[in-house]
Every structure is written in structure tokens, then in C-alpha cells.
């Protein structure tokens, strides 16, 4: 195994285990009216994305199906252009994402970009962030969901960084 691929297995265990607490973060920020609209909604956007019924990586599938969820988290706050504490650290550490898709980076960002619009379970980014009701709704949906996540054994094979190029590949719009 090279010196990048242990660097981007244990970058994203690393990044499995702090999935609840990045939500539960991010899911502060969208109230957070320092921040701007455009911003919220985009994170917002990511967010919802933990619920959507088909997403890039089906959850189920081996230790691989949540790292999607903290990549497009990723994505996200960096097209946010979000650099505060403690948001900041995972703009920053998109880079490494983009690193390891290569090719591949581009379409993720327009992918994360078009889910903006997207509803789901009814509801949309923009009214999340704008709904005062709907916003405490979804944190509290937030907060479950971070509960009831349970880390999956992720195991540093490099075979595991094939088969998620694989994935994307597959499932990301060219």
C-alpha cells in the first residue's frame, strides 16, 4: 500500500467516526444568521442529504455506505466557503477528498451543487432554512439520526479506496 492510500484509509475512518458529531455541528450553523443564506441552505442541503433514500453509496453496503454522507458534508461547507471554527476544518478537509477522486472531483461538485433544489422527506434546503418550524423540526430529525448512528468497522484495505472510486464512478453524473 503507498503512502496516499494509508493516508486516505485513515483519513476516512477517521472521518466515519466524527460523522455524528460533524451533523450535529453543522446542523447548529443553519441558524446561524452570521452566516449567510446562501450558505445555510447549501449545508442544509448536504444535511438532507443524510435522509435521502438513494444516494451515491447505498448505506448498507459494507463499511463504505456512509462515507458518501461525510463527502458531500465536505463538499458542501467548502462551496460554502465556510472557514470559521469549527466548520472550517471540514472545508479544509475537502482538499484531501478532492486528492484521492483525482478526476472524479468535478462531478462530485456538481452533484453536491444540484441537490440544493432536491426535497426530501418533503422538505427542501431553502425551506429548512428558512422556516423557523421546519428547522427545529429537521435538527430534531438531525439529532436522532446522529444517535442511532452506529461507526461501521471500516477496514484500511486499499481494495476499499477501488471500490469506492468504483462507486462514484458509476453513480456520479458524468
Known amino acids: 500500500m503507498d503512502e496516499n492510500d494509508a493516508r ?7 472521518w466515519l467516526a466524527r460523522l455524528p458529531e ?5 446542523s447548529q450553523l443553519l441558524g446561524d444568521q452570521s452566516k449567510s443564506r446562501e450558505a445555510r441552505v447549501r449545508v442544509a442541503s448536504a444535511l438532507n442529504y443524510l435522509f435521502k433514500s438513494l444516494d451515491l453509496i447505498d448505506d448498507g453496503i459494507e463499511s463504505l455506505g456512509f462515507l458518501d454522507d461525510a463527502f458531500v458534508l465536505r463538499v ?3 462551496q460554502a ?3 470559521g471554527e469549527p466548520e472550517g476544518r471540514l472545508s479544509e478537509e475537502a482538499g484531501i477528498l478532492l486528492e484521492f477522486l483525482g478526476d472524479l ?25 428558512d422556516g423557523e418550524s421546519l428547522l427545529a423540526d429537521f435538527r430534531g430529525d438531525l439529532a ?3 444517535a442511532r ?7 484500511q484495505d486499499e481494495r476499499n479506496l477501488v471500490k469506492l472510486r468504483s462507486f462514484l464512478a458509476s453513480k456520479l453524473p458524468a
Open 76 to 78: 458542501a461547507v467548502a
Open 81 to 83: 466557503e465556510l472557514k
Open 8 to 14: 486516505y484509509l485513515a483519513t476516512f475512518a477517521t
Open 149 to 155: 448512528y452506529e461507526k461501521p468497522a471500516f477496514v
Open 22 to 26: 460533524d451533523v450535529l455541528m453543522l
Open 105 to 129: 472531483a468535478p462531478r462530485l461538485h456538481r452533484y453536491v451543487k444540484s441537490i440544493e433544489g432536491q426535497a426530501v422527506r418533503g422538505r427542501t434546503a431553502a425551506a429548512i432554512v
Open 144 to 146: 436522532a439520526w446522529a
